[in-house]
């Protein structure tokens, strides 16, 4: 059941996350094939769900989704050196809510 629920709030996500796919500026990564759109996710079953749900998304939006595997530490480092930047490494960034407070600290 919970790994049902898990799926069905990444696919969720990844719909939301649509208007991505849809958008064609510079500063993203646009290939033959549409948009590329970068996530940053916990490895394991985290990236394990969304890779195996992403298929028909990108099917439906011509779009490409690249699934990046970090362990918790990595998406710290990796948000926290970014968050600055006006194009970062990553459209979509797995963030556990503990640490919410310090990137929006980071980023005011």
């Known amino acids: ?20 796919c849809g958008n064609t500026d510079s500063a993203r990564n646009v290939s033959s094939s549409g948009t590329t759109v970068k996530i940053a996710a916990r490895s394991g079953s985290h990236c394990d769900v969304i890779n195996a749900v992403k298929a028909d998304f990108e099917a439906s939006h011509n779009c490409t989704i690249e699934v990046i595997p970090l362990s918790a530490n990595e998406i710290h480092d990796n948000a926290l050196a970014d968050i ?5 490494k990553y459209d979509i960034i797995m963030i556990d809510d503990p640490l919410m407070p310090e990137y929006i600290e980071k980023r005011c």
């Open 84 to 88: 600055g930047n006006s194009a970062g």
């Open 1 to 20: 059941m919970k790994k049902k629920l898990f799926a069905i709030i990444l696919s969720s996500f990844l719909c939301i996350s649509a208007v991505a």
